[in-house]
């Protein structure tokens, strides 16, 4: 399946004004467990007071809580989303607790522009699987990633096991959704173009954090 990014904005755009269905997308893909998992993909990215992070695809802003409890009113926090109703519901929610660090930018991820070692971090939750054009939004956030720095990944496969039953219900519906492909290999895009990278899976294998460096250059 070809994602369609037209598409996929118009579904995210509506998912940005119905935020119930959002969540219950949310934690029908965790199987109840996203705020745990999400949290765990934010602590893993290891950021100190002050720092700079990226969170690719940032949605309605469910990670900024997270980030700003690492980061703090010194760091800087820049939330990129293709889908303006997303970015809507993201900055609202940024404005409703006072954060004032939260820089909105509405971009293809695969066409974002990143200054070269301005990041301390950077993140992405449940948006490589549905975006088009996922391998060259990562090969930007890696350039932008300073020495030691991490970018983290928690996204979604297919169920495995005796929940793999589930599929046949589970796969249309993140398809039509939340413009989900479940025949792309995240893990693998990761591995290539960062090198190589940790991956911790959950609940039977359909959810898995990457944890990733920077892209190695020869000779490093």
Known sequence: ???????????????????GFYKAIRWIACLGREQTLER??????????GDTVLDLACGAGVNLPYL????????????????EGMLNAARARAESRGWRNVEFVQADAARLVLASGSLDGAVCTFGLSAMPGERSALSRVA?????????????AKTFTGP???LNVFAGPL???????DHKKDVIRVIREVFGEAEI???NSGCNFIAIAGPRRTAGS
Not at 143 to 154: I, N, R, S, T
């Open 163 to 165: 929940a793999s039953i």
């Open 200 to 202: 911790v899976r959950f």
């Open 40 to 49: 765990l993909a934010i602590a893993a990215i290891g950021l100190k007071p």
């Open 143 to 155: 350039a932008a990633l300073k020495a030691d720095a991490k970018f983290v990944a928690l996204d």
């Open 174 to 180: 993140f398809k039509y959704t939340t413009n989900w």
């Open 1 to 19: 399946m070809v994602l369609d990014l037209a598409f996929g904005k118009r579904v995210y755009d509506w998912l940005g004004e119905h935020e």
């Open 68 to 83: 700003e409890d690492r980061v703090g009113p010194e760091g800087r926090i820049l939330a990129v989303d293709y889908s």
